[in-house]
C-alpha cells in the first residue's frame, strides 16, 4: 500500500492506493492556505489517518516547482509552499518514506502507468487548463530537469511579439490554448464584426469548443489556432525526446475530438514522417483521480524504481 495526497490550490486529496493502482480508501478536504506550519498538520494527520498499517511510502504532488533536491522553488497558487522542503518535513512528521514531485509530473506518471498511456515507458504528458503544464516520463521515471523546469511544453514560442506570458517570455504556447487564451483569440476574431453563436456569450474553451462542434466558423478558429500552438509545441518536445506517447488532459482537453484532430494535424506537418508514426497523440483517461494515483507511483518508483 502507498498513500497518494495530491495538494492543490483549492483542495486536498489524499488516497490510500494498492500497488496495482486501486483506490482503496480516500479523503477530500479544503487545503490550509495560513501557513506552512499549518498545511503540514494537516498533511501529517491525513497521513496518520490513512494509515492503516503496511504503507510503504507516501508520494505528494504539489502545484509547484520543484528542484532536484526536493524543494519548491515556486508554487504559483499556494506561495506558503515556496522555499518548502515538503518531503523532508513530512518524513520527519510521519516517520514514512516521502516523496514530492510537480502535480502534472505526477498526473503524467498515472497516465504512463494506468491511463492512455497503457503502461509505456516514454511519454509526454500535456495538460490543458488556466495554464498549459506539461510533465515528461523517460523510462518509468519522471524527469523534471535539474530545477524541475523540463516539459514545460505550454512555455515554447510559437509567436514572437506575441501576448505577454507569466513566465516572462511571450507568445508562448499558453498564451493561445490555455484558458484566457481561447478567450482572447475569439475576441479578437469577434471584433471584426464577424456573425458568430459565441457573439454575447461567455468565452470559455467549453463553450468554444462546444460551438466549434456545431460548424461555428469563428469558434472553429479559435479551436485550429489552439491545436496550431499545441502542436509546434509538441513538434519541438517530440523532436527533443521522441517517446512513443503524447497524452492530453486537463478540463480543456474535454473539448475532445474538435481538439484532438487538429492538433494531431498540426503536430505531423511539422514532424519526420517517421518519428511522427512513433508517437501516439491521445487524451488522457485516469480522470479526476490521476493526481493522487500519480502521487501513490511517485512514492513506489521511488521506493522500488519503475516495477510494473
Ligand atoms: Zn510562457
Same mark, same amino acid.
Given at each position: 500500500?502507498?498513500?497518494?495526497?495530491?495538494?492543490?490550490?483549492?483542495?486536498?486529496?489524499?488516497?490510500?492506493?494498492?500497488?496495482?493502482?486501486?483506490?482503496?480508501?480516500?479523503?477530500?478536504?479544503?487545503?490550509?492556505?495560513?501557513?506552512?506550519?499549518?498545511?503540514?498538520?494537516?498533511?501529517?494527520?491525513?497521513?496518520?489517518?490513512?494509515?492503516?498499517?503496511?504503507?510503504?511510502?507516501?508520494?505528494?504532488?504539489?502545484?509547484?516547482?520543484?528542484?532536484?533536491?526536493?524543494?519548491?522553488?515556486?508554487?504559483?497558487?499556494?506561495?506558503?509552499?515556496?522555499?518548502?522542503?515538503?518531503?523532508?518535513?513530512?518524513?520527519?512528521?510521519?516517520?514514512?518514506?516521502?516523496?514530492?514531485?510537480?502535480?502534472?509530473?505526477?498526473?503524467?506518471?498515472?497516465?504512463?502507468?494506468?491511463?492512455?498511456?497503457?503502461?509505456?515507458?516514454?511519454?509526454?504528458?500535456?495538460?490543458?487548463?488556466?495554464?498549459?503544464?506539461?510533465?515528461?516520463?523517460?523510462?518509468?521515471?519522471?524527469?523534471?530537469?535539474?530545477?524541475?523546469?523540463?516539459?514545460?511544453?505550454?512555455?515554447?514560442?510559437?509567436?514572437?511579439?506575441?501576448?505577454?506570458?507569466?513566465?516572462?517570455?511571450?507568445?508562448? @504556447? *499558453?498564451?493561445? $490554448?490555455? +484558458?484566457? &487564451?481561447? #478567450?482572447?483569440? !475569439?475576441?479578437?476574431? %469577434?471584433?471584426?464584426?464577424? =456573425?458568430?453563436?459565441?457573439?454575447?456569450?461567455?468565452?470559455?474553451?467549453?463553450?468554444?469548443?462546444?460551438?466549434?462542434?456545431?460548424?461555428?466558423?469563428?469558434?472553429?478558429?479559435? @479551436? *485550429?489556432?489552439? $491545436?496550431? +500552438?499545441? &502542436?509546434? #509545441?509538441?513538434? !519541438?518536445?517530440?523532436? %527533443?525526446?521522441?517517446?512513443? =506517447?503524447?497524452?492530453?488532459?486537463?478540463?480543456?482537453?474535454?473539448?475532445?475530438?474538435?481538439?484532438?484532430?487538429?492538433?494531431?494535424?498540426?503536430?505531423?506537418?511539422?514532424?519526420?514522417?517517421?518519428?511522427? $508514426?512513433?508517437?501516439?497523440?491521445?487524451?488522457?483517461?485516469?480522470?479526476?483521480?490521476?493526481?493522487?494515483?500519480?502521487?501513490?507511483?511517485?512514492?513506489?518508483?521511488?521506493?522500488?524504481?519503475?516495477?510494473?
Amino acid at each position: 500500500m502507498y498513500i497518494g495526497v495530491d495538494v492543490g490550490g483549492t483542495n486536498l486529496k489524499a488516497a490510500r492506493i494498492s500497488e496495482d493502482g486501486t483506490i482503496v480508501e480516500r479523503r477530500t478536504e479544503a487545503v490550509a492556505r495560513g501557513s506552512a506550519a499549518e498545511l503540514f498538520g494537516r498533511l501529517e494527520s491525513l497521513i496518520r489517518d490513512l494509515d492503516a498499517g503496511g504503507v510503504k511510502g507516501v508520494g505528494v504532488g504539489v502545484p509547484g516547482i520543484i528542484d532536484r533536491d526536493g524543494r519548491v522553488r515556486v508554487a504559483p497558487n499556494l506561495g506558503i509552499l515556496d522555499g518548502q522542503f515538503v518531503g523532508q518535513e513530512l518524513q520527519r512528521r510521519t516517520g514514512k518514506p516521502t516523496f514530492i514531485e510537480n502535480d502534472a509530473n505526477a498526473a503524467a506518471l498515472a497516465e504512463a502507468w494506468l491511463g492512455a498511456g497503457g503502461g509505456v515507458d516514454n511519454l509526454l504528458f500535456v495538460t490543458l487548463g488556466t495554464g498549459v503544464g506539461g510533465g515528461l516520463i523517460l523510462n518509468g521515471r519522471v524527469w523534471s530537469g535539474i530545477s524541475g523546469y523540463a516539459g514545460e511544453v505550454g512555455h515554447i514560442q510559437v509567436e514572437e511579439g506575441g501576448w505577454s506570458c507569466g513566465c516572462s517570455s511571450r507568445g508562448c @504556447v *499558453e498564451t493561445i $490554448a490555455g +484558458a484566457a &487564451g481561447w #478567450g482572447r483569440v !475569439a475576441e479578437a476574431r %469577434l471584433s471584426g464584426g464577424r =456573425r458568430s453563436v459565441l457573439r454575447g456569450q461567455d468565452l470559455t474553451p467549453e463553450r468554444i469548443s462546444e460551438a466549434a462542434r456545431g460548424g461555428d466558423p469563428v469558434a472553429l478558429e479559435v @479551436v *485550429e489556432e489552439a $491545436a496550431r +500552438a499545441l &502542436g509546434i #509545441g509538441i513538434a !519541438a518536445a517530440l523532436l %527533443l525526446v521522441n517517446v512513443e =506517447r503524447v497524452v492530453i488532459g486537463g478540463g480543456v482537453a474535454r473539448a475532445g475530438a474538435v481538439l484532438l484532430d487538429p492538433v494531431i494535424r498540426h503536430t505531423r506537418k511539422r514532424l519526420f514522417p517517421d518519428l511522427f $508514426a512513433d508517437s501516439l497523440i491521445c487524451l488522457a483517461s485516469v480522470g479526476g483521480d490521476a493526481g493522487v494515483i500519480g502521487a501513490a507511483r511517485v512514492a513506489m518508483v521511488g521506493l522500488l524504481g519503475p516495477v510494473r
